[in-house]
């Protein structure tokens, strides 16, 4: 079944790039990516997604490998709200699931 | 604020005993999902309804039952709850509940499990 894989943890200086990767080798032709955060005590929010090309939007960039079996969230520069844990997930168009959640990675941002 | 409320925020039970936890979605979204988070088992879909009807089912066990009112208001059902069932349970809605439509989630709901 698919699923995505990311680094437990990842630490950045502030107003550094953070390059967030996530693993989904068994990603089907249709799944969508999607980047979700979920800042302390709060219900996760929307970072960006995307489906075959680049994106791009006001909080991040999405690199998705060519063969789509990877993917990076860019956060251009760092700031110390932006610490909180990131999830990778994949939408999936037909099948049980849904959403395929990731463990996440939880970003620490230094200042 | 995402736009999306759920009722209560905290709810302390007892082992056997049923709870009904509710979501009201974003003003115009057809859409609501519901997940668990809890600190073993990470964040899992439970369950996706779009215009009262269920559209797609997750890891939700047959304990559990949900449903989406003519209003769109959702509601989780929890019965014979077990320690187990504690967690965080999270509705979020969205648009139109395709796949690539951006979710919008709640605060969430604390289920404690005593």
């Known amino acids: 079944d698919a699923k995505t894989t990311q680094p437990n943890s990842m630490e950045s200086n502030e107003e550094e790039p953070v390059h967030l990767p996530c693993n989904h080798s068994?990603?089907?032709?249709?799944?969508?990516i999607h980047w979700y955060r979920q800042l302390p005590s709060q219900g996760p929010e929307y970072v960006i997604h995307?489906?075959?090309s680049n994106v791009n939007n006001r909080m991040a960039s999405l690199a998705i490998a060519e063969d789509r079996k990877s993917s990076t969230l860019i956060l251009h520069r760092a700031t110390l709200r932006d610490a909180a844990v990131y999830y990778c997930?994949?939408?999936?168009?037909?099948?049980?699931?849904?959403?395929?959640f990731g463990t996440g990675t939880r970003l620490k941002v230094l200042a | 604020d995402s736009g999306v409320t759920q009722t209560p925020k905290h709810l302390i039970t007892a082992t056997g005993q049923r709870v009904t936890l509710r979501c009201s979605p974003r003003?115009?979204?057809?859409?609501v999902y519901w997940y668990q988070q809890s600190l073993d088992q990470g964040l899992q879909f439970l369950i996706q309804?779009?215009?009262?009807?269920?559209?797609a089912k997750g890891n939700i066990l047959e304990r559990f039952s949900a449903q989406q009112f003519p209003d769109l208001h959702s509601e989780l059902n929890l019965s014979s709850l077990e320690l187990g069932d504690s967690a965080l349970y999270f509705c979020?809605?969205?648009?139109?509940?395709?796949?690539?439509?951006?979710?919008?989630f709640g605060p969430g709901t604390r289920l404690t499990v005593l």
């Open positions: 979020a809605s969205s648009e139109e509940g395709a796949p690539s439509d951006t979710q919008y």
């Open positions: 068994t990603i089907s032709g249709t799944d969508y």
């Open positions: 995307g489906l075959t």
């Open positions: 997930i994949l939408s999936r168009t037909s099948g049980t699931y849904k959403y395929i």
């Open positions: 003003s115009g979204d057809l859409s």
């Open positions: 309804y779009y215009n009262g009807e269920e559209r």
